[in-house]
């Protein structure tokens, strides 16, 4: 079978597609054909080894959908020909820039028949980080308000549909070529994150802010949240994030909430959430872009570079 692999730590370029043996499923897994794979930040930093891959030559990919070719020992609610997504791989095993990629059953959940690969591989992390980030970690209420930082990026846009299906006044912030289409999905009102009078154009108190820039933004967060509202830091660009001035933060009782989606307690229980969501059409990822396995190089660097609104997905 065909699988991008990384076999040193490197820039996109180490990307390599190579002929391999298909895994065999252990026990507690299932093996899949993979239909689509989508591309995440999180896969360029095993690549570059900002953070540690379990083994060399790496298979990058988090997330994945396609149909279970074979069953391992010890499964019993998955079989042969059933269509799923998955997400959580390639951090403690190998990832989804396969044609065949086992997973354990306790990371995967059926795809409704309605919902095409590509968007169930694009939704995997992304909404399962809204999840835990607005429902799990900031328990948002309809009557709230929830800002969004970065609302075109792939983790963005499916957060103002979760808020929006929520029931919130959702706030986000995105580049104006976007303000149309996050309206479209449910966004109440967009900001220029560039503009200099940001903080003064937020015109109602977020409850709920989803922070994919932790290194810019926590003093802003602070200035313009609501008084008991929770933070919900996801992403960062660089290591450094501070507070200039705690009084704000103190005097609102702001809460901090750092996390990582790899971390959450049961994939496969926020896995069939997120099918509800997808089959109801309440919350569907945007698939900006496709690429083949051999642009996967390509498509990391464009994940990394480019201004897009939704997903790469890779299609093998
Ligand atoms: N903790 C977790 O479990 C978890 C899960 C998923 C993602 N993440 C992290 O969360 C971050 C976002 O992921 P993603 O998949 O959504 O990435 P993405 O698709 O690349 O989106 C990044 C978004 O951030 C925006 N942005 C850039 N600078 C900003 C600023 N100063 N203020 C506000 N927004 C800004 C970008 O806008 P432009 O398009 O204008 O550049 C874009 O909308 C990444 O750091 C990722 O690693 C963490």
């Not at 699988?3 to 040193?8: E, G, I, L």
């Not at 390639?90 to 995967?108: F, I, K």
């Not at 989606?261 to 990822?285: C, K, Y």
């Not at 698939?287 to 093998?316: C, F, H, N, T």
Request: aromatic share 6%; net charge negative; hydrophobic share 45%.
């Amino acid at each position: 079978m065909r699988a991008v692999r990384f076999h040193d730590h490197g820039d996109p370029d180490v990307l390599v597609l190579d002929e391999i043996e298909p895994p065999e499923p252990d026990h507690g897994d299932v093996r899949v054909t993979v239909r689509a794979a989508a591309v995440n930040p999180v896969d360029t930093y095993f690549r570059t080894g900002e953070y540690e891959p379990p083994e060399l030559p790496m298979i990058p990919g988090t997330d994945l959908a396609g149909v279970v070719d074979s069953v391992g020992d010890g499964v019993s609610e998955i079989s042969e020909g059933d269509r799923v997504f998955a997400t959580g791989l390639g951090s403690d095993r190998l990832g989804t820039y396969a044609e065949q990629v086992t997973v354990p059953a306790d990371r995967l959940a059926h795809l409704p028949a309605d919902v095409s690969f590509e968007i169930g591989a694009a939704a995997g992390v992304v909404v399962g980080t809204s999840w835990r980030a607005l429902v799990d970690y900031a328990a948002l209420e309809p009557t709230e308000t929830c800002l969004i930082h970065g609302a075109n990026g792939g983790v963005g846009h499916v957060a103002v549909q979760l808020a929006a299906t929520i029931g919130a006044r959702v706030i986000g912030t995105a580049r104006p070529p976007y303000h149309d289409q996050l309206e479209s999905l449910g966004a109440t009102t967009v900001l220029d994150y560039t503009r200099d009078d940001l903080a003064e154009a937020v015109d109602h108190a977020p409850d709920v802010i989803l922070e994919t820039r932790a290194d810019e933004n926590l003093q802003f967060d602070a200035d313009v949240a609501a008084t008991g509202a929770r933070v919900i830091c996801i992403g960062n660009a660089t290591e450094h994030a501070e507070l200039t001035a705690i009084g704000a933060a103190k005097s609102k009782d702001v809460c901090y909430q750092f996390m990582t989606l790899f971390n959450a307690p049961d994939l496969s229980a926020i896995l069939d959430r997120t099918a509800s969501l997808l089959e109801r059409g309440a919350v569907v990822p945007a698939i900006a872009r496709r690429y083949d396995l051999d642009e996967a190089a390509e498509a990391q660097r464009a994940v990394m570079e480019e201004s897009l609104l939704g997903k790469i997905v890779l299609v093998p």
